[in-house]
């Protein structure tokens, strides 16, 4: 007999079930921080690859992820959530074990993107089943607590990763993830096993996300390859410029005339939704960016471990997960413009204090403001989610989080690619500039590298062998000069965006119904999924 969907999962097993699923979600997420700090590792191992290489791995896999989300909608309607569940899961152990056993950078992204459409589909869908199964009176708790595990990744799942790269290899990254989809597959399918299925027969829009997945991917290969391809002088990259600029007109017309579109355009119309939508896509760009550029730096010109360089982030942990747990009820008595701009204004403030970072492995000057970030990081997505969803009402509210969700996972694997840009630019910028201070001795603290340089010299170095460990130290200073700039841009970007945010209208608490409120529930966590 099926059961139907009005007869939740209780006691031990809802416990199970959330243990599970939440275990799942941090997973899924942990994918694209944890590998971040392995592409050092990974760049290394695969055939034919150069440094910079290893990132196409995160940020396509960043644009599986977002097209996932899309895809995730008609799968749960066509063939019922909890089978779609378990599916995308068993896809998604397979996929990491495709992952795992890669030997060329081509097959290893082909395999990363079809990756991240299967972790598409698990997050939209597994915690719209899991919340339907919490009774109503907790099910702004479970909200919460979804949100708490949400974060996690960024912290938590960095270390991990470079963890299991110091220890066991970059590899075992993607075979931790088998056990864990497995065990969410089968406890999924036995707790949720003969739910009725109500199946909805919307005409899936092939053609619109056919077009988005090709402007998506062909805009981040402009931004992987860019620096290494020299930009518009490489065919590659012209040709996939070329194909963006004609397919991007091309799906704004298809989506306006499409009746369930991959994309609806029309909620930007809604003044709220695209102000949030603006400085979330935007903030995204730069924190995304950031982080993924700051912890592979760490490694390369901080000399830090992978597991220390993973600790730095677990300070992220001490102000964020409190700050997670409140954020929900101050949403519903503060105007969210006010929070939005403050939590800005705190983020240019980190930025900042980061971006003065002048003493090389001191992890004491990292750890500090990495704390704070952490606080902003938490009071990011709620605030723009309340934001983005007020004056939507209805099927428009979930199409408007799945939208929101998708179009800022995007922008993240953007940031990735456009901060090594400012990286690999301003640089050479420095070093020329150190190098002519240095030469001129035009000031007293130069003075010491020509000192450093006879010392060692007197120490048994030759002359070339004491140029080139100064020049060393030159490049090291102007690698963290250049992630400075990095820094003090983002912090003016927030600053820039702390200003934009009252373009939207002021918000006020509502009241909702029951089946209101759990749909508002269902499309806030959904646009909090980093």
Same mark, same amino acid.
């Given at each position: 007999?099926? *059961? ?19 275990? @799942? ?8 921080? @944890? ?169 899936? /829009? ?43 007109? %091309? ?27 603006? %400085? ?48 929900? !009820?101050? %949403? ?7 929070? %939005? ?6 983020? =240019? ?14 992890? /004491? ?59 690999? *630019? ?12 240095? /030469? ?19 120490? @048994?170095?030759?002359? =070339? ?13 102007? @690698?963290?000069?250049?992630?400075? /700039? ?30 209101? !409120? ?13």
């Amino acid at each position: 007999m099926p *059961r139907g969907d009005s007869q939740p999962v209780s006691g031990w097993r809802f416990l199970l079930l959330n243990i599970v699923l939440g275990l @799942g979600n941090v997973v899924v997420l942990s994918n694209v921080p @944890g590998y971040t700090i392995v592409a050092p590792y990974a760049a290394a191992n695969l055939q034919g690859v150069t440094p910079s290489f290893g990132t196409w791995a995160t940020t396509d896999h960043m644009v599986g992820l977002a097209l996932g989300f899309p895809l995730a909608r008609w799968v749960a309607g066509r063939f019922g959530r909890h089978r779609a569940l378990v599916v995308a899961y068993l896809l998604y152990a397979v996929l990491s074990f495709i992952c795992a056993m890669s030997e060329t950078i081509y097959f290893f992204v082909a395999a990363r993107i079809l990756l991240g459409l299967a972790g598409g589909v698990i997050l939209p869908i597994g915690q719209t089943v899991l919340l339907n199964e919490y009774p109503e009176k907790l099910r702004t708790f479970g909200v919460g607590i979804w949100g708490m595990l949400g974060m996690m990744p960024f912290m938590v799942g960095i270390f991990i990763g470079g963890w299991w790269a110091e220890h066991f290899g970059w590899r075992y990254l993607f075979y931790s993830n088998i056990p864990v989809a497995l065990l969410a597959a089968g406890v999924a399918g036995s707790l949720l096993y003969g739910r009725e299925i109500r199946p909805r027969f919307h005409r899936f /829009d092939f053609v619109g996300f056919f077009l988005l997945a090709v402007v998506f991917l062909g805009s981040q290969t402009i931004f992987n390859m860019g620096n290494d391809f020299d930009w518009l002088h490489s065919p590659i990259v012209l040709g996939a410029l070329v194909v963006v600029v004609l397919a991007l007109p %091309c799906f704004v017309i298809w989506e306006l005339g499409e009746r369930h579109p991959a994309i609806d355009v029309r909620l930007f119309t809604h003044r709220n939704y695209a102000v949030a939508t603006v %400085c979330s896509v935007v903030g995204f760009l730069v924190i995304q960016g950031l982080l993924s550029l700051f912890i592979v730096q760490m490694q390369v010109l901080l000399g830090y471990s992978s597991s220390l360089a993973g600790g730095v982030y677990l300070w992220m942990l001490l102000l964020s997960a409190p700050s997670a747990a409140i954020v929900h !009820e101050l %949403c519903k008595q503060i105007d969210v413009r006010l929070i %939005c701009c403050m939590n800005f204004i705190g983020f =240019a403030a980190t930025l900042t204090w980061l971006g003065m970072f002048d003493k090389a492995a001191s992890f /004491d000057q990292i750890a500090w403001p990495m704390t704070f970030f952490g606080f902003s990081l938490a009071m990011f997505f709620t605030p723009l989610a309340n934001l983005a969803m007020f004056g939507l009402q209805g099927a428009q509210l979930i199409r408007a989080a799945e939208e929101f969700a998708l179009l800022r996972t995007v922008a993240g694997g953007f940031g990735i690619a456009l901060q090594g840009v400012v990286l690999f *630019r301003r640089t050479p910028q420095h070093v020329l500039a150190l190098s002519d201070q240095f /030469d001129g001795r035009r000031f007293a603290e130069l003075d010491q590298m020509t000192q450093l340089s006879d010392r060692l010299q007197a120490s @048994g170095f030759t002359q =070339a062998m004491a140029s080139s460990q100064v020049g060393r130290f030159l490049r090291q200073q102007a @690698g963290l000069l250049a992630l400075n /700039d990095a820094f003090l841009l983002g912090a003016v970007v927030f600053a820039g965006l702390s200003v934009v945010v009252w373009l939207a209208r002021a918000t006020h608490p509502l009241r909702l119904t029951a089946a209101q !409120e759990l749909k508002q529930l269902t499309a806030e966590e959904l646009m909090e999924q980093p």
